[in-house]
């Protein structure tokens, strides 16, 4: 079966990171996964299967095997995407409109967000009898719309227009006198003097659907990463079992860089990593050999081929919507992938029968970066970069390759049921 429908139903479901995050809890313990706390030590089995949150939007899941284990096999990606966020005081009245005061979240392609559907989603922290807890925040319904100004006011549209986010980017989520904390505490159920603080996001209410002649591509909002984060988890629950700890991470924060207590460049992974050894440890076996032995694939969605603008990529290393995994490359290491890690990962490709296909930027245009590189920066091992090909990167909606999805989750599934021995610097066997 195509999983595209499962992904298209969880990106529809996961508005924000936050979202994202409680619906792969809930994939996870469907399948007997169960939930550990950072903040209590933690007593693992051999055969157990587990995951741990931090912010409640990112989220690591892994697998124990019933023997020894000396490596760790993970894929990472990224639970955001840009979009823009409430301010701490966001309502604010103009010219007979209640409008929500809002700032970027990440780079986006700002024009996309105009005369479409959009609601509000996020977190609440509320005083309870227990103590302050947070509640998950979703309007299931079209609460908000940002207008564009008539063609008649702005000749110059067509043309490339300058938008100041602080002017243009305000949407409009009612008449005049709206209150949009009351919404909140009426839709939690809560007394307004009860909500403590938010972290609210505006969300493109955008279907994710397929699309084309015989509906060979999928546009949807967010699909940039979370396409990749869901192949990760469900290649994860589809893995046979195997000899090593296989990890599906997904990290918040990358759009900003990921500099957070929850993003790709904090403790998270290696704190889970040295907590994992540290608890199963039978032979003495320390971190940093464990740490050696272990490989990552660092998953986040790539640039397909413009239809009208092949200029702007190479032209030996463009890559195509339905082609394939996409192994990323760059020379200054933006992309961690090097000659062994892509050999290691494309040798499990070709085993499974995956194709692939390789990208670099042209020499005269920077392009993007990712969390790879950023995670090695606490934990390093052998990594390589892949994605998807997508269009239109961090516009509203987004588009991919509507059999794609199926590649990377067979390709993430063979990689999580191989078995990637280093045996040396440079020295590698891959069993099974
Ligand atoms: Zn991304």
Same mark, same amino acid.
């Given at each position: 079966?195509?999983?595209? *429908?499962?992904?298209?139903?969880?990106?529809?479901?996961?508005?924000?990171?936050?979202?994202? /995050?409680? *619906?792969?809890?809930?994939?996870?313990?469907?399948?007997?996964?169960?939930?550990?706390?950072?903040?209590?030590?933690?007593?693992? @089995?051999?055969?157990?299967?587990?995951?741990?949150?931090?912010? &409640?939007?990112?989220?690591?899941?892994?697998?124990?095997?019933?023997?020894?284990?000396?490596?760790?096999?993970?894929?990472?990606?990224?639970?955001?995407?840009?979009?823009?966020?409430?301010?701490?005081?966001?309502?604010?009245? #103009?010219? +007979?409109?209640?409008?929500?005061?809002?700032?970027?979240?990440?780079?986006?392609?700002?024009?996309?967000?105009?005369?479409?559907?959009?609601?509000?989603?996020?977190?609440?922290? @509320?005083?309870?009898?227990?103590?302050?807890?947070?509640?998950?925040?979703?309007?299931?319904?079209?609460? #908000?719309?940002?207008?564009?100004?008539?063609?008649?006011?702005?000749?110059?549209?067509?043309?490339?227009?300058?938008?100041?986010?602080?002017?243009?980017?305000?949407?409009?989520?009612?008449?005049? +006198?709206?209150?949009?904390?009351?919404? /909140?505490?009426?839709?939690?159920?809560?007394?307004?003097?009860?909500?403590?603080?938010?972290?609210?996001?505006? /969300?493109?209410?955008?279907?994710?659907?397929?699309?084309?002649?015989?509906?060979?591509?999928?546009?949807?909002?967010?699909?940039?990463?979370?396409?990749?984060?869901?192949?990760?988890?469900?290649?994860?629950?589809?893995?046979?079992?195997? *000899?090593?700890?296989?990890?599906?991470?997904?990290?918040?924060?990358?759009?900003?860089?990921?500099?957070?207590?929850?993003?790709?460049?904090?403790?998270?992974?290696?704190?889970?990593?040295?907590?994992?050894?540290?608890?199963?440890?039978?032979?003495?076996?320390?971190?940093?050999?464990?740490?050696?032995?272990?490989?990552?694939?660092?998953? =986040?969605?790539?640039? +397909?081929?413009?239809?009208?603008?092949?200029?702007?990529?190479?032209?030996?290393?463009?890559?195509?919507?339905?082609?394939?995994?996409? @192994?990323?490359?760059?020379?200054? &290491?933006?992309?961690?992938? =090097?000659?062994?890690?892509?050999?290691?990962?494309?040798?499990?490709?070709?085993?499974?029968? @995956?194709?692939?296909?390789?990208?670099?930027?042209?020499?005269?245009?920077? +392009?993007?970066?990712?969390?790879?590189?950023?995670?090695?920066?606490?934990?390093?091992?052998?990594?390589?970069?892949?994605?998807?090909?997508?269009?239109?990167?961090?516009?509203?909606?987004?588009?991919?390759?509507?059999?794609?999805?199926?590649?990377?989750?067979?390709?993430?599934?063979?990689?999580?049921?191989?078995?990637?021995?280093?045996?040396?610097?440079?020295?590698?066997?891959?069993?099974?």
């Amino acid at each position: 079966m195509n999983p595209i *429908n499962g992904m298209m139903d969880f990106i529809r479901q996961s508005p924000t990171a936050f979202h994202a /995050v409680a *619906n792969l809890q809930e994939m996870l313990k469907g399948q007997g996964f169960r939930p550990l706390n950072e903040c209590e030590p933690w007593k693992l @089995v051999p055969g157990g299967r587990y995951y741990v949150t931090r912010n &409640q939007s990112s989220l690591i899941a892994f697998r124990v095997p019933e023997g020894e284990f000396d490596h760790f096999q993970l894929v990472a990606s990224h639970s955001d995407s840009p979009c823009f966020k409430l301010k701490p005081s966001a309502g604010r009245d #103009a010219n +007979g409109y209640a409008l929500l005061n809002v700032e970027k979240y990440g780079g986006m392609i700002m024009q996309t967000w105009f005369d479409r559907p959009l609601s509000i989603a996020g977190r609440a922290v @509320v005083r309870t009898e227990e103590g302050i807890g947070t509640r998950l925040v979703c309007f299931d319904r079209e609460m #908000a719309l940002i207008p564009n100004l008539p063609i008649h006011f702005n000749r110059a549209v067509n043309d490339g227009v300058k938008l100041n986010p602080q002017v243009d980017m305000l949407p409009v989520i009612g008449a005049a +006198g709206t209150d949009y904390k009351a919404l /909140v505490a009426e839709a939690l159920g809560v007394d307004d003097a009860d909500i403590l603080g938010c972290d609210l996001y505006l /969300v493109n209410r955008d279907e994710p659907r397929l699309w084309g002649a015989s509906g060979e591509y999928v546009a949807a909002p967010r699909l940039d990463d979370l396409e990749c984060a869901y192949a990760s988890v469900r290649a994860l629950l589809e893995a046979k079992p195997s *000899n090593h700890v296989d990890m599906a991470c997904v990290f918040d924060n990358e759009e900003v860089g990921s500099g957070t207590r929850q993003g790709a460049d904090s403790t998270f992974l290696s704190e889970v990593m040295r907590r994992i050894v540290a608890a199963l440890d039978g032979n003495g076996q320390a971190l940093e050999t464990t740490l050696a032995r272990s490989m990552m694939l660092s998953a =986040d969605n790539a640039h +397909g081929v413009h239809p009208t603008h092949p200029e702007k990529y190479d032209e030996n290393n463009r890559v195509a919507l339905n082609g394939g995994v996409v @192994v990323k490359f760059n020379a200054a &290491q933006k992309y961690t992938s =090097d000659g062994v890690s892509q050999a290691v990962f494309e040798e499990i490709c070709r085993r499974a029968g @995956v194709p692939v296909q390789r990208f670099a930027n042209r020499s005269d245009i920077p +392009g993007g970066s990712t969390l790879g590189n950023i995670a090695n920066t606490h934990a390093s091992m052998i990594t390589v970069d892949i994605g998807l090909a997508q269009l239109s990167m961090h516009s509203a909606n987004e588009s991919a390759g509507a059999h794609d999805l199926a590649h990377m989750i067979s390709a993430m599934r063979a990689f999580y049921e191989a078995e990637v021995c280093v045996m040396g610097d440079g020295m590698i066997r891959i069993r099974g």
